[in-house]
């Protein structure tokens, strides 16, 4: 899967001009992150970190990933709408993952109440890598789908333009020419727009509910912005702004400020460490109000890694989807092989063989926000330790992707400039909304390329692991 710039690589003065060009385009662009020093000032920025250039990307799995992501949203909604489906599914995980435990009260005590929301408003993206398998053949697999904070649409929308001006420094104007538009933020702002309107009220605000420390936060102006450019306003608020001055009326709707909340955006509350208990109650009065929230606490047990393990189980597709076919095949050619870990003899199976042959698999816990996945001796490690106690059932095992790496340069701020063997992970952004029961919007809404040295087996770019890529074509 070789882009046509081998030959660029092995000539270090051509890369190092590019290299400063490329950072130059990147700042210009608003490729911007905050400090590590000082993450809630933007007086001092700097780019966020991406590959010198785009990386190949075969492009009959490219159309496949989008082909399918309609699919990916009408099942994500499916499942937040299947109590029955989301009760029997993490009987067993909650009984030991404490975090998703309280995320499933939270949801039953709603549903106990009567939902007051009737529109609802999905943003995910549904991750992929290559998988070259046996024979070589790459195949499109699935990682994960992210129904929670699914971040850098916005910074992924002006990444193009660098590794466009790039390649025409390289004297490679034909290829630049060859980029594909990419513009999430815009496909995510239609569908926060969109649940706006249908929640009625003109005066009403967007409130992106936002992480006490902000690097990220230039991803998240771009989606704002495109709801300014509507004449929609949005207000940032984190989790103690909503417990201290968040008020719910007698019709369930929610104000901060005096100022009316008609759509919630999380950017906030997908791993442990967002709440304390004033936290966990704000989450309870967002939950309980009228505002669509995106997601909603279903929807973000629907992005469970338990969840996902299920899915892969012989019929579970066609009950949740049921006379939809080719979506059902759509989707599960994209499965990778996943395991459960439940307590019994399948699941003592499964633990012995990952033990056995640690390199073949990935562990997953059910969380968020890339870097908690464990792999070869650290999984066997933890599994030889968990194996027989009922705390394995918080985890699921996947085959390990097995990707062609490619050779590109890393470029993060005050790191030295050196070739890596990279790998790629290619997300697609999907968007839906509904109300009630009809299905107003369902659209697949830009693709996310990040990309990593292969000796980091876990982790993405807010982790400080991969970085943006642009997808070329191949």
Not at 406 to 427: F, T
Request: charged share 25%; aromatic share 8%.
């Amino acid at each position: 899967m070789a882009a046509p710039w081998e030959d660029v690589l092995r000539n270090k003065a051509a890369v190092e001009e590019a290299a400063r060009v490329a950072v130059d385009a990147a700042l210009l662009q608003g490729v911007l992150m905050r400090t590590e020093g000082e993450p809630n000032a933007s007086d001092v920025v700097n780019y966020a970190p991406f590959t010198l250039l785009p990386s190949a990307v075969p492009s009959a799995l490219f159309q496949q990933a989008y082909a399918v992501q309609q699919d990916f949203n009408l099942l994500v909604d499916a499942i937040s709408q299947n109590k029955e489906f989301l009760e029997r599914t993490l009987a067993s995980t909650i009984k030991v993952d404490d975090f998703t435990a309280r995320l499933f009260r939270i949801y039953m005590q709603v549903l106990e109440e009567g939902l007051a929301q009737s529109v609802f408003l999905g943003i995910n993206r549904s991750d992929y890598m290559f998988d070259c398998g046996v024979d070589g053949t790459p195949s499109l697999k699935q990682i994960e789908i992210n129904t929670i904070a699914a971040s850098f649409g916005g910074l992924t929308s002006r990444t193009a333009a660098v590794h466009g001006q790039v390649l025409k420094v390289l004297g490679r104007s034909e290829e630049a020419s060859r980029l594909l538009p990419n513009n999430p933020s815009k496909g995510l702002a239609l569908g926060i727009a969109k649940a706006w309107e249908l929640y009625g009220s003109q005066s009403a605000v967007v409130m992106f509910l936002v992480e006490e420390v902000q690097r990220n936060i230039f991803d998240q102006r771009c989606v704002e912005n495109e709801l300014w450019n509507r004449n929609i306003r949005v207000i940032r608020k984190r989790f103690r702004d909503v417990f201290e001055k968040g008020s719910l009326d007698d019709a369930k709707r929610l104000y901060m400020d005096g100022q009316e909340v008609a759509v919630v955006y999380y950017r906030e509350g997908y791993v442990p460490k967002n709440y304390d208990q004033q936290n966990w109650e704000a989450r309870l009065l967002l939950e309980r109000s009228r505002a669509v929230k995106c997601p909603d606490i279903a929807t973000q047990l629907a992005g469970t890694k338990k969840v996902q393990q299920e899915l892969s189980q012989p019929g579970t597709l066609e009950r949740l989807l049921p006379g939809r076919t080719e979506a059902v095949a759509r989707m599960r050619a994209t499965f990778a092989g996943l395991y459960s870990l439940d307590v019994g003899e399948e699941g003592d199976k499964i633990a012995a063989m990952a033990i056995a042959d640690p390199d073949r698999f990935v562990l997953k816990p059910q969380r968020e926000g890339g870097g908690n996945n464990l792999y070869d001796e650290e999984l066997r490690q933890v599994l030889e330790k968990i194996k027989d106690s009922p705390e394995r059932t918080s985890y699921i095992l996947m085959d390990k992707i097995k990707p062609q790496p490619a050779m590109n340069y890393l470029l993060r701020a005050h790191s030295p400039l050196q070739v890596s063997e990279c790998i790629s992970e290619l997300g697609i952004f999907g968007v839906y909304v509904r109300q009630g029961k009809e299905m107003v919007m369902n659209k697949a809404a830009g693709h996310l390329l990040r990309t990593k040295a292969i000796e980091h087996a876990d982790g993405g770019v807010a982790a400080g692991v991969a970085v943006l890529d642009t997808p070329y074509l191949v």
